[in-house]
């Protein structure tokens, strides 16, 4: 049974008719959410984790679990992470044969069609599976509105820098909000305190940086890959910081297909950032549609990389994409 993840935002409750329920996706802001709704829903119950490797290395490990009784909570709920098909034939055994009351809920990174795990929750009418993909600008804006009202002094400007911040990555996005709220007790937002808050001009190095590389301006991103240090565990922020501005393009190049490229410029929704307006432009005229996917590919398929795999030097790989950047952009 598939589900849609903004109606379990809404009514996390909708999942206790189901004994379990898998969650997979890029968005790990979303899926920490809802792990900790479920957690909420179910305070009187004894909660259990376990990641792949463990029930892996001890195949009846989860079973034994199902079948044992909580001698001090009549509920149980148990989180499996970081699971994909190798665990496969382990969980689907133990969700037919769990007779007991205890609620399964599966947490996946991104799962292709072909995958075993997904057709099975997908055919089931007892199970449930909830994609989570990765938020855009509206759906961030909306979280940012909820969380901070009742604050005044939240302009539109200010609310673009917080999104722009967050670089469509919702776990980053919760902690500048959790930041802005211990900051501002009185909830009186003042932009230049707001700025100070967010590290703009740390973030700003990397985003000239990265226009450099949309333009194709191989002198300039030469000189920024030298003067610009990349922060230990902002890799996948810096990624989805040059996602969504090729994002931007290819949203852009959509509609030029109907009109010109400054009045397709003009159309985009929510509005080009009112500093970055040239820039952006002259990236518009570099990057064409057959571009922009390729480059699309490269940076999905170096985040599945950098989440896999943590022993790898990160830093180099996104430098190493953003000289990519460049050259294709040059490309004709």
């Known amino acids: 049974m598939i589900l849609k993840s903004y ?3 809404q009514n996390t409750s909708t999942l206790e008719k189901y004994k379990s329920v898998l969650f997979y996706g890029e968005n790990t802001g979303l899926k920490d959410e809802l792990k900790e709704k479920i957690k909420e829903l179910n305070q009187k119950a004894e909660d259990i984790n376990f990641f792949q490797d463990e029930i892996i290395k001890n195949k ?31 969980i689907s055994k133990n969700l037919d044969d769990n007779s007991n009351n205890v609620k399964i809920y599966i947490f996946c990174d991104l799962l292709e069609k072909k995958s075993k795990l997904r057709n099975y929750f ?14 855009n600008e509206i759906t961030l804006k909306k979280i940012i509105l909820d969380k901070l009202k009742g604050y005044t002094g939240l302009t539109n400007q200010n609310l673009n820098m917080i999104l722009e911040n967050c670089g469509l990555d919702r776990s980053k996005l919760n902690n500048e909000l959790d930041k ?3 900051f501002f007790e009185k909830k009186i937002i003042d932009n230049d305190k707001l700025e ?19 333009v194709g301006n191989k002198t ?4 920024l890959m030298s003067d610009t240090i990349l922060e230990d565990g902002k890799n996948i ?29 003009g159309k985009i929704k929510p509005p080009i950032f009112w500093k970055d307006k040239t820039i952006f432009n002259i990236q518009a005229q570099k990057w064409d ?6 480059i699309l590919d490269q940076t999905y398929k170096l985040e599945l990389l950098i989440k896999s795999n943590s022993q790898i030097s990160q830093a180099l790989l996104i430098k190493k994409l953003l000289i990519n950047i460049c050259c294709l952009a040059n490309a004709s």
């Open 237 to 265: 922020f810096y990624l989805n910081v040059i996602n969504q501005r090729l994002m931007k393009l290819l949203k852009v190049n959509e509609i030029a297909k109907d009109s010109n490229l400054e009045d397709a410029i």
């Open 7 to 9: 109606i379990i935002e």
């Open 180 to 182: 802005i709220a211990v």
């Open 60 to 90: 009846d490990l989860l079973g034994n679990e199902i079948v044992n009784t909580s001698l001090f909570n009549d509920q149980k709920i148990i989180f499996l992470n970081k699971i994909n098909d190798k665990a496969f034939d382990i």
């Open 122 to 135: 997908e055919k089931s009418n007892t199970a449930a599976i909830i994609p989570c993909y990765v938020d």
């Open 196 to 214: 100070a808050l967010l590290n703009l001009k740390v973030n700003d190095s990397f985003d000239l940086l990265k226009d450099q590389a949309l």
């Open 289 to 294: 549609i057959i571009k922009l996917k390729k």
């Open 220 to 223: 300039k991103t030469n000189k």
